[in-house]
């Protein structure tokens, strides 16, 4: 297997996460997003979409879409067990991940990618360059405020997002919380269970050790 | 069990194909949309998000998010498998119906709710309301017509989206297809494998039963 990374994008990261979690160690291929690697024939050949992270498959086959890849690997490398133990728990922690992917990673991305100037002319990702739509800018922020006091509702007496276990939802979580420090929006003062959960399980090694370089905006 | 559903809408639809699909029945409670049922009290205790479908169990959990849904429903009810047979064809279905849902149901909901006078104020689903923004329409409407092509780049000589038998990620870009209807963007003229794959897993009992009202706009 190979991973196609980009220390400076949220979405590998989380799987630089999940892959320190599960203490699997495989060939890691840094891809130049800065200077539009993803755009270039060599890699719309693994992934036409045009994103990272990218597992190549020793057969040569490639995944996209974090959670895809994360499942994978849950699958082929079962334990510790991240993204839940029985029916009830997967449900649960795959609803939260596509909430966390939907209503914050998509959000902060709505405001950060619209407004910065590195991102003029690919204000989504993908194969098309699509222009900045400045009404975007406000709502994303909106929206990942919103998504903030959600989280930190439901992590009122809870330790982890999805349950009573550190699984893949926290990762998603964490890495949509610090990509909001992008578009300058920490958490908020009155955020308590917010910001306890982000103490502690920012300080979990995998964390420490995979902390994404900032994109210079 | 009891499911959540409204006749109208896409996404409760890519549930009762797939409940159709694996034989299961169950009580359902129909969601009254077009007055705003989902924005309720009662609503938001079972989802505070606000979406259908919603599945509630027998312990009174309830689950969101299609794809949760779905994976829920394949774990208690495992046969016919429609979300992959092994670790590798779980992750490309995944992929694929991640793809669809972002690139597919995601652009054609930014043309049609951008526009539909129905969807004034609501131009994003969620507890919070949010104005309709006109440059969404065109691009949304582009990201549609994106999205039909690689389909049917995607099906050039496949018989299914995922692999080579019936799975969720079919029923999702069916589902996507129709609802491209709503924006008026029929298959495109020259999207061979994109009709012959619409046209024979349209014909599907589970589809026939399944198609969803249109949405008076």
């Known amino acids: 297997m190979k991973f196609y990374d980009c220390k400076t994008a949220p979405s590998p ?22 200077h539009g690697e993803q755009l270039s024939d060599a890699f719309r050949k693994m992934n036409p979409y045009c994103t990272v992270p990218v597992l190549e498959l020793d057969d040569g086959s490639c995944i996209t879409e974090c959670f895809a890849i994360c499942q994978y690997l849950e699958d082929t490398y079962p334990e510790p067990r991240l993204m839940g133990r029985d029916a009830k ?38 194969a098309v360059n699509f222009e900045q739509i ?40 964490v890495v949509a919380v610090d990509f909001a420090g ?3 929006l920490p958490i908020p003062g009155n955020a308590d269970s917010l910001r306890r959960w982000h103490e502690q399980v920012s300080s979990r090694p995998s964390m420490l050790a995979q902390e994404s370089a900032r994109w210079k905006v």
């Open 13 to 34: 990261r989380r799987l630089r996460i999940f892959l320190a979690e599960k203490s699997i160690e495989m060939p890691t291929v840094e891809v130049d997003l800065a």
């Open 182 to 184: 992008w578009i300058k």
């Open 89 to 126: 728990e997967r449900a649960l922690v795959t609803m939260w991940n596509t909430r966390i992917e939907n209503t914050g990673l998509g959000a902060i991305a709505e405001a950060f990618r619209n407004k910065a100037k590195g991102f003029n002319g690919r204000a989504l990702t993908g």
């Open 134 to 173: 400045p009404d975007l800018v406000a709502r994303g922020r909106t929206r990942a405020e919103i998504f903030l006091g959600e989280l930190d509702e439901q992590l009122a007496g809870r330790d982890y997002v999805a349950g009573d276990v550190f699984t893949v939802a926290d990762i998603t979580a």
